[in-house]
């Protein structure tokens, strides 16, 4: 059973940092990739870095540009995101979520790309 963990969520001053994990357990495939995503409060959830492995393809959303980075650690199914110059209006649950042979895309990350999702971490962003 496949099953998406994130963790390293939690309160933040502005211009703090915090790396989410997501961890990727029963993951046997060799392709695939692997989307964040964030719901604000009141706000639908928007994609915001796609991570495509092998092949190590990248996607930001520009609002995220220069501020967060995305890697892996693919021999323990573990993906990371680095946020950097938090801002309020980043607060939100970020969710990672996955599919089997997929690779980024130059024109977004999809919700309905994805075929298994984590339960979230909360990252709440204080002025």
Same mark, same amino acid.
């Given at each position: 059973?496949?099953q ?8 933040v001053?502005a ?6 994990? +997501? ?5 046997t495939?060799?392709?695939?990739g692997v989307?964040?995503?964030? =719901? ?9 870095? +796609?991570?495509s ?12 540009k ?9 021999a323990?199914n573990?993906?990371?995101? =680095? ?7 980043q ?5 990672c979520a996955t599919?089997?042979f997929?690779? +980024? ?12 999702w ?10």
């Open positions: 059973e496949v998406l963990v994130e963790s390293g969520g939690g309160y001053h211009g703090g940092s915090l790396r989410l994990s +997501c961890a990727l357990h029963g993951f495939f060799e392709s695939w989307g964040w995503f964030r =719901q604000a409060p009141g706000k639908e959830r928007e994609g915001v870095v +796609c991570f492995s092998p092949d190590t393809t990248t996607y930001y959303v520009d609002s995220v220069g501020r967060f980075t995305v890697s892996s650690d693919s323990n573990l993906v990371y995101l =680095q946020l950097d110059s938090l801002e309020p209006k607060t939100a649950v970020y969710f599919r089997p997929y690779l +980024c895309v130059a024109d977004g990350v999809f919700s309905d790309a994805m075929s298994y984590g339960k979230g971490t909360p990252v709440p962003v204080s002025p």
